[in-house]
């Protein structure tokens, strides 16, 4: 971890390693999808018709990854899993991103249902950020994370199961 700038407490501005890390394996599946050229890609496709909900997920969504990356603690390690609270929450994080994963398998493959796609895609990753959040006790990108799990599964549910444009 880089600290630059104090902020308050034992938070400041500068670069998280393992942050940066967790951001780069978040985002494999959106790496090699040019590779993968599925079929139908109704996510990549998706017009949300309520534009603020869009713009609020938007909001939320990049400050979430800005403090997942510039956020660092100075009481905080850059990797344990020594107490209780660390490694339930850092297998919570794990958990998420394993679901992640499997989500965009099936979705990879053709197996594009509604529920499976706002499970593993849509709640799943703003889940990852928050539990892993907690494990590393940044509880503002806790805050945020929180607020973008809310609007990022409601825009997954109006999407892909109230508008029932999903391929079975």
Do not use: C
Not at 43 to 63: D, Y
Not at 124 to 146: C, D, R
């Amino acid at each position: 971890m880089i600290k630059f700038v104090h902020l308050f407490k034992n938070y400041y501005l500068g670069l998280s390693f393992i942050g940066i890390i967790a951001f780069v394996i978040q985002e494999i599946p959106y790496i090699i999808m040019p590779f993968i050229k599925p079929a139908s890609n109704p996510i990549m496709n998706m017009q949300n018709e309520i534009q603020w909900i869009e713009r609020t997920q938007g909001v939320v969504g990049t400050l979430s990854m800005i403090l997942l990356m510039l956020i660092v603690r100075d009481d905080v390690q850059l990797f344990s899993i020594a107490s209780t609270k660390e490694k339930i929450f850092f297998s919570f994080t794990v958990l998420m991103i394993l679901i992640n994963f499997a989500g965009w398998t099936f979705y990879y493959l053709g197996y594009q249902n509604g529920w499976v796609i706002v499970v593993s895609q849509f709640a799943a990753v703003p889940l990852y950020y928050l539990f892993f959040g907690i494990w590393k006790s940044n509880y503002l990108l806790v805050g945020t994370a929180s607020l973008f799990f809310l609007i990022h599964t409601i825009n997954g549910y109006l999407n892909f199961i109230v508008k029932k444009e999903f391929i079975w």
